[in-house]
């Protein structure tokens, strides 16, 4: 579950902006506040990866606020939701690292849709050991792939639930396919067959080996770093 924050001093935006991010699987809104004061003390309070942050705030601007979110708060991830389109506050923005600026008031399909992002950016992330320079242009140009909605998991692997962001079917497909490959094959060979990226293949084939039925062993070709092949077990 990501626990998110809204830092928003419009009740009546603040309570659409929950009301998107409690309608979305794997978010909860834990906590809102409608000044900085209250922003700095909620972030004392509450445990939160991801906050929705205004620019203007009554009691200072939300882009001053991030040298200390980022001092203080690192593991905390930032979503400017503002009215500003002020260049400059929208270069220390993304100095800071924000994950996305949204300018408001916009599509608020444009908000869940950058959500969605994030979600299938933190779950593809916590899911692989390493990234290539491939996987990483890929987070990078925004084209993360994105989960459709659905309900809680409805599918179950052996006795347990299914992780968000593993579906059943591609699951079957991808041990399938590895139990008739005895010579292994990697993320990228998988993703072909699949029809998907490298970074989607891979996060099947690690789940493989987290319920061990799959390994993974470094090869080493004639230059380069050694390839990551994945093999049944």
Not at 5 to 14: G, V
Not at 71 to 96: L, Q, W
Not at 146 to 154: G, T
Request: charged share 25%.
């Amino acid at each position: 579950m990501i626990r998110t924050a809204i830092a928003e001093d419009d009740f009546r935006i603040a309570q659409i902006h929950q009301e998107i991010i409690d309608g979305l699987e794997g978010f909860k809104c834990t906590a809102k506040a409608a000044s900085a004061a209250e922003l700095l003390e909620l972030l004392r309070a509450h445990p939160i990866k991801l906050l929705l942050l205004d620019v203007y705030m009554p009691d200072s601007m939300g882009v001053d606020l991030l040298h200390t979110i980022r001092g203080e708060y690192p593991d905390v991830d930032v979503i400017i939701v503002s009215a500003s389109t002020n260049a400059e506050h929208i270069k220390k923005a993304f100095r800071y690292g924000v994950f996305d600026y949204i300018i408001k008031p916009g599509s608020l399909d444009r908000l869940k849709e950058t959500l969605q992002k994030y979600e299938a950016f933190h779950q593809n992330v916590s899911t692989v050991p390493d990234m290539s320079q491939e996987d990483i242009d890929e987070w990078y140009s925004g084209t993360v792939p994105v989960q459709a909605d659905s309900p809680s998991p409805a599918y179950i692997y052996g006795e347990e639930p299914l992780p968000k962001g593993i579906d059943a079917l591609t699951l079957r497909t991808v041990q399938e396919r590895l139990q008739d490959m005895p010579e292994g094959t990697t993320a990228e060979e998988m993703g072909r067959h699949l029809g998907a990226s490298r970074t989607t293949a891979r996060r099947y084939l690690e789940f493989l080996i987290s319920v061990d039925k799959g390994e993974a062993k470094p090869i080493y070709g004639i230059v380069g770093r050694p390839e990551r092949r994945y093999f049944s077990r």
